[in-house]
């Protein structure tokens, strides 16, 4: 599970970067008492949090089947991911625009504000190089599918949520910066509030985008549609199958792939030789796509020649 493996690196690079940010920016926020500032600890702080969920639910997506989950516990990954994109919703987003309201009522001009330019300048540094991996590593899983589609093609529910986080905190950055800037030119406090604000609706609304992109997952989405051509297309390999059809793919977990079909076969296929020709089929699939970690070939006919044949006797 190479995937997973270079996933469960990104984690941990995000935490250990957003663990150093929260401190200082932390620190920032107490020195100068701006709320932006504040309002980017908390989201500092959550992610960590967020990091130690996605860790966990890598740990648990390995465990190998068993009586009661046959198929795995690959999906355990999208349960954590979501309930990582539910806490950056609440967590990181909602106290965010609360906070923002709150200093639109009880506006404070923040102090010693070089501090946190030195600060959030530290942060958006470390922040955005984590952030830059992360678009190197999507750059080179995606190939020459467009960047914004493969995110929400993508079944490494992992590294999109750490992606996410990572956008969404550089964002939060870049406005934390602007709203500070605003106010030391301007002398008035309500850019910070404003900034604040605008803090929690990024927030918001990434965490929205990952949340319902991981819950089409988590419900039971299709494989890559380069897994359903591929089964069509070992037709031609197979000389004793004459058509596949009703093929069903579906992704159980980041790397982990069922697939499900029926195949026609050449009239008078003795069994043997149709089992022979389904183990043959099966075996190349898994070549092609080693994701595919669970195959069931039927014989059949299609339901128009079903109809035929009946009819004829």
Not at 101 to 119: A, D, M, N, S, T
Request: aromatic share 8%; charged share 20%; glycine share 8%.
């Amino acid at each position: 599970m190479a995937g997973t493996d270079e996933s469960t690196k990104h984690i941990l690079q995000s935490l250990v970067a957003n663990g150093v940010i929260a401190v200082a920016k932390g620190g920032a926020a107490f020195v100068t008492g701006s709320g932006a500032l504040l309002a980017e600890t908390i989201h500092s702080a959550a992610d960590c949090g967020n990091q130690v969920l996605l860790l966990v639910g890598v740990k648990r997506a390995r465990k190998p089947p068993d009586a009661t989950h046959p198929f795995g516990y690959g999906r355990d990954l999208y349960f954590w991911s979501f309930i990582v994109a539910l806490f950056m919703f609440v967590g990181g987003g909602g106290f965010s625009i609360y906070e923002g309201l709150h200093k639109l009522g009880h506006p404070e001009l923040p102090e010693r504000v070089w501090v946190g330019y030195v600060i959030l300048a530290f942060s958006l540094l470390i922040e955005g190089a984590a952030t830059w991996e992360n678009v190197r590593e999507l750059n080179r899983r995606r190939g020459i599918v467009p960047f914004f589609r493969y995110l929400k093609r993508s079944k490494d529910s992992a590294l999109v949520v750490v992606f996410g986080e990572n956008a969404a905190a550089t964002v939060g950055l870049i406005l934390a910066l602007a709203s500070l800037v605003a106010v030391d030119v301007t002398g008035n406090p309500i850019f910070d509030a404003v900034g604040t604000l605008l803090i929690g609706v990024v927030l918001v609304l990434v965490a929205a985008f990952l949340a319902v992109e991981i819950k089409s997952l988590l419900v039971g989405e299709a494989a890559d549609p380069v897994v359903h051509d591929a089964v069509c297309e070992l037709v031609r390999s197979q000389p004793l199958i004459e058509e596949i059809f009703e093929v069903i793919t579906v992704q159980q977990g980041a790397g982990e792939v069922l697939v499900a079909c029926k195949a026609r076969f050449e009239d008078g296929a003795e069994p043997r030789q149709i089992c022979d020709a389904i183990n043959a089929f099966e075996a190349e699939l898994r070549a092609r796509h080693p994701e595919v970690k669970w195959c069931f070939v039927e014989p059949d006919m299609p339901p128009s020649a079903a109809v035929t044949a009946a009819a004829s006797e």
